[in-house]
């Protein structure tokens, strides 16, 4: 099982990517493809520059790294109560390339955020509109408040958020072994 794993943020310390990494850290290494945003930068979408220019190859690669994948991992950071500017640029070139963006795979859809509603509004716009892009959302979760719930050695240490994250966990792996 391949799995594609990000931070939906271009931020070099990104609390999302570091979520969306301990996520992985559940299953088998080898299988684990982590990626930087920052590595998918391109030209700001538009009508225009798409005829002038065509698909940005790191929008080709970006598809096809999700056609390669069997369970993608994103962790949705929250930038006034949506998409980071990164990621909606990215979303935009590859729904373009391939308006089922997502390609029916499964999805553990993530957020989290320093302030206490962990990213729950991106999380929404998310869970709301990538199912139109042939999004399989098997679970979500949020983290709030991060610098408080996480550590970067331990993970999660609060308690029952620790314990909400596990039983999630165990249903990704329930469901993609049937
Ligand atoms: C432009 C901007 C807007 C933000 N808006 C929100 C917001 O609406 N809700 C929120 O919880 N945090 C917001 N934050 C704080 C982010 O949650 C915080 O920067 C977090 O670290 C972003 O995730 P990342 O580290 O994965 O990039 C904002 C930060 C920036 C820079």
Not at 103 to 119: C, D, E, F, I, Y
Request: proline fraction near 4%; avoid cysteine.
């Amino acid at each position: 099982m391949k799995i594609l794993a990000f931070g939906a943020s271009n931020s070099a310390n990104s609390i999302n990517k570091k979520l969306a990494t301990y996520a992985t850290t559940f299953f088998d290494k080898e299988e684990i493809e982590i990626i930087d945003l920052n590595d998918f930068e391109m030209p700001l979408f538009s009508v225009d520059k798409e005829a002038s220019l065509g698909y940005p190859p790191e929008a080709i690669q970006f598809t096809e790294m999700i056609s390669k994948a069997d369970l993608l991992i994103l962790s949705m950071a929250e930038h006034n109560g949506t998409y980071t500017t990164a990621f909606k640029n990215i979303f935009d070139w590859a729904s373009r390339i391939q308006p089922k963006t997502f390609q029916n795979k499964p999805m553990l859809l993530l957020a989290t955020s320093p302030g206490v509603r962990g990213g729950k509004g991106v999380l929404e716009a998310a869970k709301t509109r990538f199912p139109f892009h042939a999004a399989n959302i098997l679970e979500t979760f949020s983290l709030p408040e991060f610098n408080k719930n996480f550590d970067n050695k331990e993970g999660i240490i609060e308690t029952s958020l620790r314990q909400q994250f596990l039983d999630i966990i165990t249903s990704i792996k329930t469901n993609m072994a049937n």
